[in-house]
């Protein structure tokens, strides 16, 4: 069976401390692994796809990187606005392409 | 405008009541998703449509129906409401096997 921890469940930071979140799977036949962003009261919001071990995308002050078995969201520098739920997914073919969610890392950012 | 709406947006009732979810998506995807979201455990997938005629049951399909009525609309109903379904629901639409889902802005469900 597909999973996938993340960790920490929450995370306190404060403006301009850098971090990482992380995702660990352990899935067979990893198609792609997914970020998503989830603001309270609203649907995630994608962030990245990671498709295989050793990719890296930036967008801002995030970064997204991928091993064999854990992808990592480092956050440079952030700011309040970064605050929200982190949402990491993977996709394998043995699920049936179905995405398998993670439970999330609630980020807040103090001023 | 959103590319994925859902209504209503929050909604309280009681058990035993038969309640419909709807969502529309102006994306042009064929692939459409039904999810939940409990505090701690994620998003869970409850049905998933790849087009008008074919419909699949997720990981938690007991309790809940669908209907695929159109490629843009795919509604999700809860026959018998009970407070365990008591949750946030979240419809999503995809253009392919490996293409990002959108998400809609989610369905609060309370069930007293």
């Known amino acids: 069976e597909d999973q996938v921890t993340q960790s920490p469940e929450a995370l306190r930071l404060q403006e301009g401390e850098s971090s990482s979140l992380n995702c660990s799977y352990t899935v067979s036949g990893l198609r792609g692994l997914f970020w998503y962003r989830q603001d309270p009261g609203k649907g995630p919001e994608f962030l990245f796809t990671?498709?295989?071990a050793g990719e890296e995308k930036e967008k801002e002050r995030l970064k997204a990187t991928l091993t064999k078995k854990e992808s990592f969201l480092h956050i440079t520098a952030p700011k309040p606005e970064d605050s929200a739920t982190y949402l990491c997914a993977v996709q394998a073919g043995n699920a049936g392409n179905m995405l398998t969610f993670g439970g999330g890392t609630r980020l807040m950012v103090k001023p | 405008d959103a590319d994925v709406t859902q209504t209503p947006r929050n909604r309280i009732t009681k058990t035993g009541k038969r309640i419909m979810l709807e969502c529309s998506q102006t994306?042009?995807?064929?692939?459409m998703y039904w999810y939940r979201q409990d505090p701690g455990l994620g998003l869970r997938l409850i049905y998933y449509?790849?087009?008008?005629?074919?419909?699949n049951k997720g990981e938690i399909s007991d309790g809940y129906s669908v209907s695929r009525q159109a490629q843009a609309k795919f509604s999700l109903s809860l026959e018998s409401a009970i407070p365990n379904q008591t949750a946030l629901y979240f419809c999503?639409?995809?253009?392919?096997?490996?293409?990002?889902?959108?998400f809609g802005p989610g369905t609060r469900l309370l069930v007293l």
């Open positions: 449509s790849f087009d008008v005629k074919d419909i």
């Open positions: 994306k042009g995807h064929d692939r």
């Open positions: 999503a639409s995809q253009a392919g096997v490996l293409e990002t889902q959108y």
């Open positions: 990671l498709y295989s």
